[in-house]
């Protein structure tokens, strides 16, 4: 139940609608069309998309586009990015294939994963 | 204990309107939220949360001296390097956070900052907030927030602020009577979870608090909520239940975070949880936005919802006022 709450964006858009309008959320203002195949996006303290799937040998760039920074690390320490600042990106390439869970090391509730293929 | 109702209105600790039986006056809550904007306080007496009129708490009962009073100012959140919409001038809102604490009636005998005093954990922005609070001319106690200790495990943190200190920060020290006990709950965090204590600072905390009289008011402080808060958007800590384990035998625990860039209150028995404002920029009330990042309010609103937070302890009292001040 939480946690659907969490990753359901639309859960929570209704409250956000209904939120006092002088107090609304900051925004990236980005005019970023759509993700490449290979790329995650940072925004809004969750990853887009929260599963990728990708051919072995791919490098998946994280790209992030919240206001404040974020740490990309896997769950068992394989790769860990420097803190990304706005628009930072950092870039892993997976060789083998497999699934490859990670979180944002200092907002942990953030999770993601690589499906290598 | 005869002594102490004298000084304390309600020395049961019994919250009033709780409807809920969570131990949050909800009614004195609101009212503290609805005040917020305009220069309000809340105040927990006895363990009852009370409202005032600033003035009219500043002309009376804070000019109230007692033998063994401690007044002490919490700041948090200065994300020093922060240049975004929320707040373009993080430097000039700290700037003013300093000048309130300067023009208190009653002048703090300390600081204590929790957390997040920087942005992106950059040399320059650590000066940067070192020269602004300088002004005060106050010895500062300082916890890190995760903002940090980003990448190097907060090293530079310990060499700045902690030197001290053990294991990762953590810290205690005695002031007038009152121990107080800096914990660090940013660090080793694992996947899905919330903040973090570990297993070795639970094990000093439980040795550090052993000698401790049960009558010895007891001030906790770290960055991330000792209480859940809002888990979905990890504002809590993993193992606080455990840390709090360990304080159950005192009549007065005082619990100060900061993460959340707003104030909360929340009383259970005797440990009175209060979260402080930033003075960076707003964060939306739990769940009442996507996400729990920065938030722009219209430029002039901004110093309405930053802060500082002003504690107050008298002998004989069972729990220590805790004021909230914004900067508008
Ligand atoms: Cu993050």
């Known amino acids: 139940m939480r946690r659907k709450l969490f990753f359901g964006g639309l859960v929570v858009a209704l409250p956000l609608a209904l939120a006092a309008v002088i107090l609304h959320p900051t925004r990236a203002k980005s005019d970023d069309t759509k993700a490449s195949p290979a790329e995650v996006r940072v925004d809004n303290f969750s990853f887009g998309p929260d599963t990728l799937t990708v051919p072995a040998n791919s490098t998946v760039t994280w790209v992030n586009k919240d206001d404040v920074p974020h740490v990309i690390a896997s769950n068992d320490g394989l790769f860990k990015s420097k803190a990304l600042d706005t628009d930072d990106k950092y870039s892993y390439t997976f060789a083998k294939a497999g699934t490859y869970s990670y979180y944002c090391s200092i907002h942990p509730k953030m999770v993601g994963k690589v499906v290598v293929q | ?328």
Request: charge should be negative; proline fraction near 5%.
């Open chain 2, 1 to 328: 204990m005869a002594k102490r109702n004298l000084f304390d209105p309600n020395p049961s600790g019994v919250i009033e309107h709780d409807h809920n039986n969570d131990g949050i006056d909800r009614r004195g809550f609101l009212k503290c939220m609805a005040w917020a904007g305009t220069g309000a306080l809340c105040v927990i007496q006895g363990g009852v949360l009370k409202s005032h009129a600033l003035a009219s708490h500043m002309g009376s009962q804070m000019k109230s001296h007692k033998l063994g009073e401690l007044s002490f100012v919490q700041i948090s959140d200065s994300h020093m390097g922060f240049n975004k919409p929320a707040n373009p001038d993080v430097i000039a809102t700290l700037k003013a956070a300093v000048d309130k604490i300067n023009a208190l009636p009653e002048q703090p005998e300390f600081l204590l900052h929790t957390g997040d005093i920087s942005h992106l954990s950059k040399p320059e922005e650590f000066d940067n907030v070192d020269q602004i609070l300088k002004a005060t001319n106050k010895q500062i106690f300082f916890v890190p927030g995760e903002h940090d200790v980003l990448n190097d495990d907060g090293a530079m943190f310990r060499e700045r602020y902690a030197k001290n200190s053990k294991g990762q920060g953590w810290y205690s020290f005695d002031k007038n009577g009152v121990h107080f006990i800096g914990l660090v709950n940013v660090m080793n965090l694992k996947a899905g979870g919330l903040g973090t204590l570990g297993s070795e600072q639970l094990e000093w905390l439980e040795d550090d608090v052993k000698h401790l009289k049960s009558s010895t008011p007891i001030v906790v402080f770290a960055h991330i909520p000792l209480w859940t808060v809002y888990p979905q958007w990890g504002w809590g800590t993993e193992d606080s239940t455990q840390a709090l384990s360990y304080l159950k035998k005192f009549g007065s625990v005082t619990v100060l975070n900061g993460h959340i860039h707003q104030t909360m209150q929340k009383v259970e028995g005797n440990v009175t949880f209060h979260t402080a404002f930033s003075t960076a920029f707003p964060q939306p009330a739990p769940g009442k936005a996507e996400g729990p990042g920065p938030m722009k309010v219209p430029a002039e609103q901004l110093r309405s919802v930053l802060g500082i937070t002003d504690v107050n302890y008298v002998q004989g009292r069972h729990a220590l006022a805790v004021v909230d001040s914004s900067l508008a």
